[in-house]
Structure formats: structure tokens, C-alpha cells
């Protein structure tokens, strides 16, 4: 079996979790509260930025133009694409997306980048991709799922969210961090292959995380700054 694969097979539990989480159910039903839609998209139109740095460590770390290309590529998709489903969640909520940026990150969003940023800075390709890929890879299969379970047509008003992330892009996009993934793993010793899993857990963790965090509109417990006596 491919890392990726064992990877895939060891977070079963959680993928579940996130399909059957009432956020990601509620894109299905095509019925979610808007203040959890503004809350999603605040939160990741700045997640999204500070991907888009990490594969920017990613680059740095880069030995050869196969490397740059593949994350290049990334930031191109992240930075190009999707914004689609966050306009979709917009038009949804009625509310104007540069409207929605440069909010601070809630605690879990504000946890999970810091997640990344860590193992970015601190491990090699391998280990970065290992944190980076829950991301393109539990939407992927969020998109396939609902596809299955609803059966979403253009009168559906998450229809083109479920689209864009069952789309073949996504599912190229994440093969190819997933095949770099396989290769890195084979020449990696068995110590280095435990701190990958655990990168790649912790990441799913906090994706689940993440749709809570929008569900529940989770906020800092103190949220303005007390005046010094
Ligand atoms: C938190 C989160 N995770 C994943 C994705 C899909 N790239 C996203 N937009 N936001």
C-alpha cells in the first residue's frame, strides 16, 4: 500500500466525521445559517492566505523545478480558482466577499495555520506535505460525497461549490501532492515516517475542527482589548 494510501486508510474515522459534520450536511441539504457562512468565509479567505505562504516555505525548500512547478501551481489554483466557491457562499449569504476580508483568524483557524507554519519551517518536503494535504484532499472527497448523496442540479444553491470541489482540477491538483508524497516517503526512516502521520492527523483534526469553528461561530473569549489601569 502507498503512504498516501495508508494515510487515507489510518484517518478514515475523521474523514467520516467531517462528511457527516451538519456544516458540510447543510451544503448538501442546501441549507446553511448564514452567520456560519460569513463566519466560513472570513475565517478562509485568511486561511487561505497563509496557505498560499506555506507553499511559499515549500519553494524555498524546493531541490529541483519539478518541486517549484507543483507548488506553484498550487498557489496559481488557490489564488485564481478559489475564490469561485467563496462567491458562491457569498451570493448565498448576500453579503459582499471584499466585505468579508481581513477579519482576524478564530481561534481554530488561528491554531491550524500555526500547525502548518510549524512543520513548514521545521520539516522537510515530505513533512510539509503531509500537514498541506487534508486540505485539498478532504474537500476533493467533501465534493464527491455530497455529488453521491444529493445529487446537486443548478437549481441547488450550493451547486457550484460541490462542483468545483468534485471537479477533475481538485482531483488532479491533490493526485499530484499525493504522488510526491509516495515518492519523498520511500527514502525517509521510519521515525521521520511517525512525525509525517502525525502532521497529516493533526490536519485532519483541525479541518473537522475548522467547520465546527464556522458552525458554532467560535470567537476569541475575550474579544476587545481591556483599557491598562
Ligand atoms: C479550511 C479549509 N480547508 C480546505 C480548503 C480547500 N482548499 C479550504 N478552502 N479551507
Given at each position: 500500500m502507498t503512504f498516501s494510501k495508508e494515510l487515507r486508510k489510518e484517518n478514515d474515522d475523521i474523514f467520516k466525521k467531517i462528511f457527516r459534520h451538519p456544516f458540510v450536511d447543510g451544503i448538501g441539504k442546501g441549507d446553511v445559517p448564514k452567520e456560519a457562512l460569513v463566519h466560513y468565509i472570513k475565517a478562509d479567505f485568511e486561511y487561505l492566505n497563509a496557505f498560499m505562504h506555506i507553499y511559499g516555505i515549500a519553494v524555498s525548500k524546493s531541490g529541483n523545478r519539478d518541486d517549484i512547478s507543483l507548488f506553484h501551481d498550487q498557489i496559481g489554483f488557490v489564488l485564481n480558482s478559489e475564490t469561485h466557491p467563496h462567491h458562491n457562499f457569498c451570493d448565498q449569504a448576500g453579503v459582499v466577499y471584499e466585505d468579508m476580508q481581513g477579519y482576524p483568524l478564530p481561534p481554530t483557524a488561528d491554531h491550524y495555520i500555526k500547525h502548518m507554519m510549524y512543520h513548514a519551517h521545521t520539516g522537510d518536503l515530505g513533512e510539509i506535505l503531509c500537514a498541506l494535504l487534508p486540505c485539498p484532499w478532504t474537500y476533493l472527497e467533501i465534493g464527491q460525497v455530497l455529488t453521491e448523496q444529493y445529487?446537486?442540479?443548478?437549481?441547488?444553491?450550493f451547486n457550484p461549490w460541490i462542483k468545483f470541489y468534485a471537479d477533475a482540477e481538485v482531483r488532479g491538483l491533490t493526485g499530484k501532492l499525493r504522488n510526491r508524497l509516495d515518492e519523498l516517503a520511500e527514502v525517509v526512516s521510519e521515525q521521520q515516517r511517525t512525525r509525517m502521520k502525525e502532521a497529516f492527523r493533526k490536519s485532519c483534526q483541525l479541518e473537522l475542527a475548522f467547520w465546527e469553528m464556522a458552525y458554532t461561530c467560535e470567537e476569541w473569549p475575550v474579544q476587545k482589548v481591556v483599557a491598562q489601569q
Open positions: 445529487e446537486p442540479n443548478d437549481s441547488h444553491p
